[in-house]
């Protein structure tokens, strides 16, 4: 039997990083993203033998343990051994003596699409199938969230793990004690094919890694910096306005949104631009882009901009200038899915 899951990747509109803590406790965070067909993928394929066997197909890596070996969390390979280790401990039972658990996903990590916590999320969705374990939505989201905060402590928000899980157009707001409130949005289609035809995604070609970035930007809470916990007051207010021009129609206002939060978000913590980025965003914004951000915690990976018009051919071109690329990409509707084979 292969027991399989995909998880969509999302795209951050507005209000970027006040799902992290402890800004989300102190204040309340909002965030409003969007679910794209780039996705996280994870198999588990029972062998048998007493072999587990852990394996990314996208960076070329695989390890070998006994079923009841020890976990040694060592950088590879650490996503998909803290799912099984908290599957194993938290749902005992049905666990098959052998089997591989892979994985592929569409963009790399450090993009600033959410590929590590989407992945989680597949992989438990992928554990869920095989088990046939009784977790909503919210439950999965909040395990993938545990594991990878709380059991590998990696440093990170919130958001990542409720966009794959629920899919679509979201609304989210974070609270003290992790609670999340999911709030689907119904954008008329023709808002979102407007939305869709005039929003690029570039990739910079380059990668980061996220968890300094966001370590800086919590530290900044901790220690009362004003114009960074300003920021992401402002940053909020953004992702309510967002909310009103997508379902009022006011596509025009985008772009102005989106620069509204790039400035905002610089002053979050440091290494979230840099002056290559600074040169992208300022070529986009020369060639007909209105407003862009940085996606993710920054320093890297994938931008996007708003091109009003017919405006995307010009930015696409001058674009095209700095080595990266961008991506094609649909808005989807559904988060994780599963089946078995």
Known sequence: MIYRSKAPLRIGLAGGGTDVSPYSDLYGGAILNATVSLYAYAN??????????????????REVIKKDAVIEYNGRLDLHKGVY???????????????????????PAGSGLGTSSTLVVALVGAFAEMLRLPLGEYDIAHLAYEIERKDLKMAGGKQDQYAATFG???????????????????????????????????????????????TRQSQNVLDKKSH??????????????????????????????????????????????????????????????????ISGAGGGGFMIFYCPGNTKYAVMSKLSEFGGHCKHYQFVDHGLTTWTI
Request: glycine fraction near 10%; charge should be negative.
């Open 44 to 61: 588990i394929e029972v062998t048998g033998g007493g072999d587990i066997c852990f394996e990314s197909i996208d960076y070329n890596s």
């Open 85 to 107: 280790e908290r599957i194993r401990r938290q749902f005992s039972g049905g666990m098959p003596d052998g089997f591989t658990l892979s994985s592929f996903v569409d963009a």
């Open 168 to 214: 679509g157009v979201n609304y989210m707001e974070f609270f003290s004690d992790e609670q999340v409130i999911v709030n689907p949005l119904r954008v008329k289609q023709q808002y979102l094919f407007e939305l869709e035809n005039n929003l690029l995604l570039y990739y910079t070609a380059t990668s980061r890694e996220s968890a300094k970035i966001i």
């Open 228 to 293: 960074s916990i300003e920021a992401m007051h402002q940053l909020k207010q953004q992702s309510q306005r967002m909310k009103e021009a997508l379902l009022k129609g006011r596509l025009h206002e985008i772009g102005e949104i989106l620069d509204f939060g790039f400035q905002q978000k610089r002053k979050m913590a440091e290494g979230i631009s840099n002056d290559r980025m600074e040169e992208i965003y300022e070529a986009a914004k020369s060639a007909g882009a209105t407003g862009g951000k």
